[in-house]
């Protein structure tokens, strides 16, 4: 019963993560996938979309998805599309229930693969490319690794399970080779089974050629403008180049030392120690090309999330065999766990409880006050309603319109505090200490550094030098 009981606990957290992680990690997840769905529903306009919509390279799979949960949403009278959105993540969660927690690891084993890493249940329940590419990739690997006796059917699902992951985003691609090399080279499957899977494949990449002319109204291939746009004109490195030892700094910056080290360990130990095992072939090749690639950024490393923990438990399970057999192996397992344990929850803590994109909360938050005033907004920075120049429009649906208005302003002393009719609401990147000044008495409604660390911690006066978002309401005196 203990596994149970661990499963439940994290099926909470992850389900905890969903419900309060409103908003998305990086832009993409939301114009190429939210938007485009919106624009398929009739709500936005094609000369408000991305870039990418114009030339062509978005598979349109998981906008497709996103259409289908929103029409599902709307007929269980789920109109409000911040509650649409929070549903994207309930299936993901869907998905991870099914493909991890149906086993009888003991508890020592689910602490270690759901507290291991902080950042799990955050990446988990993103309606990202990248986390759902990587979702399908995984379940294609756990699909064949389950049956010891295999039979075509078998074969074949793996093929359109690791079709579909291709199909949300193409750069698993470099993960599909590692599979197929290791099944040609090590796992030695007989020729007409790979053709099965490559046959399974190939349909299943058809069906998104389908799903692609019903998006944008004629017959496209997503993949090859994604290539030719991306990787022989560039583009990408429009966005940023890196050297190519780069995806080690950001590791270890956005997992945040030292669960990055312990990242880096991980993967390292675990592809010196297995040579010959699927995870290692799967993930040189992956992160080799993305490493030779200019433009990087750390959520294309999301697809290999899947399997960090697990190759966690491996590399717990032989230290046992490793150490030096002085009976005291398991007790040190536990200390490493419980070290490990207190060592996330601070973090697993921010994951689970603060909204993944402040611009989107904020117009949430805006949503909810609308309902009984007039809202009046100034905001320095960038605009919540059009924070790169692209507009929200999905958030907007519900209301035909936005639903307060709203005025850049560089000072406070630009507040206009004189129309009573109207709520007035402060959104800054910059924590204001002095809540009362110029005769504008500020409720902090959303900050986004809890207020202990700004009170006891502000050494060296770090709050005026950092960006903290925040929303105040304004309250005249």
Not at 215 to 241: L, R
Request: glycine content about 4%; aromatic content about 20%; hydrophobic content about 50%.
């Amino acid at each position: 019963m203990k596994h149970y009981f661990i499963s439940g606990i994290a099926f909470l957290i992850i389900l905890i993560t969903a419900v309060n992680s409103v908003g998305y990690y990086q832009a993409d997840e939301h114009f190429q996938i939210l938007e485009f769905a919106n624009y398929k529903l009739g709500n936005t306009d094609a000369g408000k979309l991305a870039w990418e919509f114009k030339a062509e390279i978005r598979p349109a799979l998981q906008p497709a998805l996103a259409v289908v949960l929103i029409k599902a949403s709307s007929i269980m009278e789920i109109n409000n599309p911040f509650n649409q959105a929070m549903l994207s993540c309930f299936f993901c969660l869907l998905f991870l229930y099914r493909q991890f927690f149906k086993t009888n690891l003991n508890l020592l084993y689910y602490i270690l693969l759901f507290f291991s890493f902080w950042f799990v249940p955050f990446v988990f329940v993103r309606f990202s490319s990248e986390t759902w590419s990587g979702l399908f990739f995984w379940l294609a690997v756990g699909w064949y690794m389950h049956f010891k006796n295999k039979k075509l059917k078998h074969y074949f699902l793996t093929g359109v399970l690791l079709g579909f992951s291709f199909l949300f985003r193409y750069q698993v691609a470099f993960m599909i080779l590692g599979f197929g090399l290791w099944k040609l080279f090590i796992q030695k499957d007989k020729f007409k089974y790979l053709l099965v899977v490559a046959s399974a494949f190939l349909l299943t990449f058809l069906l998104g050629i389908v799903v692609d002319y019903w998006f944008y109204g004629h017959f496209v291939s997503t993949a090859y403008n994604y290539f030719k746009v991306n990787i022989i004109d560039d583009v990408a490195s429009t966005f940023g180049v890196s050297p190519w030892w780069y995806y080690l700094r950001l590791v270890l910056y956005h997992a945040n030392a030292p669960h990055g080290i312990l990242v880096l360990l991980v993967f390292f130990i675990f592809i010196f120690k297995n040579p010959k095992h699927i995870f290692t072939w799967v993930c040189i090749p992956f992160v080799l090309i993305h490493s030779a690639i200019p433009h990087k950024e750390a959520r294309f490393l999301f697809p290999l999330m899947w399997c960090l923990p697990v190759m966690f438990l491996l590399i717990m399970e032989k230290l046992p065999a490793l150490a030096s057999g002085k009976g005291n192996n398991l007790k040190r397992i536990k200390r490493i766990a419980v070290i490990i344990l207190i060592l996330n929850l601070p973090l697993m803590g921010i994951a689970m409880f603060v909204p993944a994109n402040f611009n989107i909360y904020a117009i949430s938050y805006l949503q909810k006050e609308a309902l009984s005033k007039k809202i009046m907004v100034y905001y320095t920075g960038r605009d919540p309603a059009n924070p790169f120049g692209l507009p929200v429009v999905f958030y907007f649906n519900d209301s035909k319109g936005h639903f307060y208005d709203s005025q850049k302003i560089n000072n406070i002393n630009e507040i206009d505090i004189n129309n009573e009719n109207q709520k007035i609401i402060l959104i800054t990147n910059k924590m204001i200490l002095d809540k009362n000044q110029h005769n504008i008495n500020l409720k902090t409604i959303y900050e986004s550094r809890p207020w202990y660390a700004v009170k006891y911690f502000n050494f060296n006066n770090w709050v005026s030098r950092s960006k903290i978002n925040c929303i105040y309401e304004i309250n005249r005196d």
